[in-house]
């Protein structure tokens, strides 16, 4: 089981980034999805969650109108786009997939993280 994230880098404030989360050994459709961030001396923050046969989807305050959470389960691949970054965006961003079934009730799988940084 792994999840690996991508897509981070350095950018402008104004500017855009697409996060993508590739998972291998699970199929995502069975599972939530999440993207959490954690800037230097700061908790883990949950960004945005996407979950169930509808999407649904959920995003911290702090990002909403500018984050989009969604997947492609064809490519069992979880995705983060990014707009209109800010300075306090800047953070590493982490994966999660948690089981929303019985049958994977207690899966609970992690990225490695990927740096995105906000700067001129």
């Known amino acids: 089981v792994q999840l690996v994230e991508s897509g981070g880098g350095l950018v402008q404030p104004g500017g855009s980034l697409r996060l993508s989360c590739a998972a291998s050994?699970?199929?995502?459709?069975?599972?939530?999805l999440r993207w959490f961030r954690q800037a230097p001396g700061k908790d883990r923050e949950l960004v945005a969650s996407?979950?169930?046969?509808?999407?649904?989807?959920t995003y911290a305050d702090s990002v909403k109108g500018r984050f989009t959470i969604s997947r492609d389960n064809s490519k069992n691949t979880v995705f983060l786009q990014m707009n209109g970054l800010k300075p306090e965006d800047t953070a590493v961003y982490f994966c999660?997939?948690?089981?929303?079934?019985?049958?994977?009730?207690?899966?609970?799988?992690w990225g490695q993280g990927t740096q995105v940084t906000v700067s001129s």
């Open positions: 996407v979950r169930g046969v509808g999407d649904y989807t």
């Open positions: 050994g699970f199929t995502i459709r069975s599972y939530g």
């Open positions: 999660n997939a948690w089981g929303i079934y019985f049958e994977n009730r207690g899966d609970d799988y």
